[in-house]
Antibody, heavy 119, light 106 residues
Framework: EVQLVESGGTLGQPGGSLRLSCAAS????????MTWARQAPGKGLEWVSS???????YYADSVKGRFTISRDNSKNTLYLQMNTLRVEDTAIYYC?????????????WGQGTLVTVSS | DIQMTQSPSSLSASVGDRVTITCRAS??????LAWYQQKPGKVPKLLIY???TLQAGVSSRFSGTGSGTDFTLTISSLETEDVATYYC?????????FGGGTKVEI
């Protein structure tokens, strides 16, 4: 069974930094493309960033240059380094797995971790 | 960037009704489209990928059609457990844009 468990969500300051982690199990993590998506309170889904099985990375324009996605295949863990935080980054952040090793439909989602950016 | 427009934004239907949700892409995305269901307070769930392929374990009441720019998600006979917000998402290329969502109520 695929399990994705996010952590690291907390209250952050505008201009500050946070790092989210996602512990993965139940599948071959190193071969899987992974992604982060977010959902602001009461709003729709927004794609944030993805990393392929070959470590190619992709970012939404809204986070490009501020967020960095990475993975540690030895720890089966996905990360999202969030720098220069903005109030509009406030959202539930979901770690998710694509159906294969490339960016495609999202087959599995974690429960999410809440990031609140406020002074 | 390709925009994804869903309609309607919300709908109310009766148990047993046939419900149709549409998603329109601003450019041709072939069949690189997925549909997700998000029940209140829950995480999204993949229903359909490649525009028309039912994800394993998903009820056959759900079906998807379309190619190019126009896509449809149909619930053949609405049940109370189908109360949720439904999102389309294109994945032909990045950014992986979601539609704005369609809230389905009974």
């Amino acid at each position: 069974e695929v399990q994705l468990v996010e952590s690291g969500g907390t209250l952050g300051q505008p201009g500050g930094s946070l790092r989210l982690s996602c512990a993965a199990s139940g599948f071959t993590f190193s071969a899987s493309a992974m992604t982060w998506a977010r959902q602001a309170p009461g709003k729709g889904l927004e794609w944030v960033s993805s990393i392929s099985g070959g470590d190619s990375t992709y970012y939404a324009d809204s986070v490009k240059g501020r967020f960095t996605i990475s993975r540690d295949n030895s720890k089966n863990t996905l990360y999202l380094q969030m720098n220069t935080l903005r109030v509009e980054d406030t959202a539930i952040y979901y770690c998710a797995k694509f159906r294969g090793s490339v960016v495609t439909a999202i087959s599995d989602w974690g429960q999410g971790t809440l990031v609140t950016v406020s002074s | 960037d390709i925009q994804m427009t869903q309609s309607p934004s919300s709908l109310s239907a009766s148990v047993g009704d046939r419900v149709t949700i549409t998603c329109r892409a601003s450019q041709d995305i072939s069949n690189y489209l997925a549909w997700y269901q998000q029940k209140p307070g829950k995480v999204p769930k993949l229903l359909i990928y490649a525009a028309a392929t039912l994800q394993a374990g998903v009820s056959s009441r759900f079906s998807g059609t379309g190619s190019g720019t126009d896509f449809t998600l149909t619930i053949s006979s609405l049940e109370t457990e189908d109360v949720a917000t439904y999102y389309c998402q294109k994945y032909k290329n990045v950014p992986l844009t979601f539609g704005g969502g369609t809230k389905v109520e009974i």
